[in-house]
């Protein structure tokens, strides 16, 4: 009692300390499920039930080929319709959204960015939307979304010149034809990619989520992805530089026509069936290695080599390591090299 009555006031700070931390993980953990917003008066707390924001227009003698939405947590979908506009069902907390329509370019905005503490509920806005319509045959210049936490879906293989798609926790499902510029981000989910048609450039950056692509045709293509599996379908049409880095997942590649490829991966499987010109090399730390080339075996040279593992050729036994002769004249190059891992190299002729 000597010291409580002697150190009272750091008794109650601790206490105060104390009540605030308890205050704050029962925040967090569901008790109060709210967010702290900014805007251009101050820090506010928001209550997530506040009524939502609901907007609808339709455009009859205006029309968009760009679109720009960037906001905090809606499901952003791309539909055909008879007309040009949008709906949009967003909650109250999202603080004010700004669109206009300036140009030919729609822009939707989130003026007032959002921090929420409710760690263990990230499925809060599932049923809030933006719903872009567009007539059948629309070509548009460029669509840019940001979205922090919802899916963005794109049906009916729209076209478009320059796609760039941004989530930190949503999926994408998308049909795209003769888009020469595709980017795609994602932090935390699967990214479905199907195109019809001409892509110059395709780059895909996935943290932790898989990756889906099915390409007609492509000159350029580049996925880096940290943790889920790879799996890319061509048509064998045109040809493509391929680049492909992964940290964690298998990697499956079908039906490419390659002229230059790469592949780095540190864990996981990789097979590849494909027909290349130029040049193909494969490194893994950890994984077996399956290729079927689309050619002669003695059209082709090829340095295989596994630290501990076996390498076949044809299904022919040949150790651990083979460099293949060089015949005569310009030769594609196959290069596959990993640390523990078979290596397996099949040629269908």
């Known amino acids: 009692m000597k010291f409580i009555a002697k150190n009272w006031w750091k008794v109650s700070l601790c206490l105060i300390v104390f009540g605030v931390f308890v205050g704050f993980l029962g925040w967090t953990l569901g008790g109060y499920k709210s967010f702290v917003y900014v805007d251009k008066n101050g820090i506010h707390i928001a209550d997530k039930n506040a009524s939502d924001i609901t907007i609808s227009e339709t455009f009859t003698d205006d029309f968009f080929d760009s679109v720009e939405i960037d906001i905090a947590s809606a499901n952003i979908i791309f539909v055909e319709a008879t007309n040009f506009g949008f709906d949009l069902n967003v909650s109250a907390n999202e603080g004010d959204i700004n669109w206009n329509l300036v140009n030919n370019k729609l822009v939707i905005k989130n003026q007032s960015p959002f921090y929420s503490f409710n760690l263990f509920n990230f499925d809060i806005y599932n049923d809030h939307y933006i719903y872009v319509y567009y007539p059948a045959g629309s070509v548009f210049k460029e669509i840019k ?12 293989y729209l076209q478009v010149e320059k796609l760039h798609l941004t989530t930190v926790s949503g999926k994408m499902d998308l049909f795209v034809a003769d888009c020469p510029i595709i980017d795609l981000n994602t ?7 199907t195109t019809k048609g001409f892509t110059s450039s395709i780059n895909v950056t996935s943290i932790s989520g898989a990756v889906k692509l099915n390409i007609d045709e492509c000159e350029s293509l580049v996925v880096n992805s940290t943790s889920d599996n790879i799996n890319i379908v061509g048509s064998n049409k045109g040809l493509v530089d391929l680049k492909i880095t992964s940290i964690s997942g298998d990697i499956n590649l079908k039906d490419l026509l390659v002229k230059n490829g790469i592949i780095n991966n540190t864990s996981g499987r990789i097979e590849a069936h494909l027909s290349f010109t130029e040049s193909f090399k494969i490194e893994s730390i950890s994984g077996d290695v399956d290729v079927l080339i689309e050619g002669i075996v003695t059209d082709y040279a090829y340095n295989l080599s596994s630290i501990a593992g076996d390498v076949k050729v044809n299904n022919e036994n040949r150790g651990n390591k083979v460099i293949s002769e060089r015949s005569s004249g310009a030769y594609p190059d196959i290069y596959v090299h990993t640390t523990s891992g078979d290596i397996k ?4 002729k």
Do not use: G, K, P
Not at 187 to 193: T, W
């Open 187 to 193: 932090a935390s989910d699967n990214i479905n990619l």
């Open 345 to 348: 190299l099949f040629f269908t």
């Open 145 to 156: 979304c940001v979205n922090t936490s919802s899916d963005i879906t794109i049906n009916s």
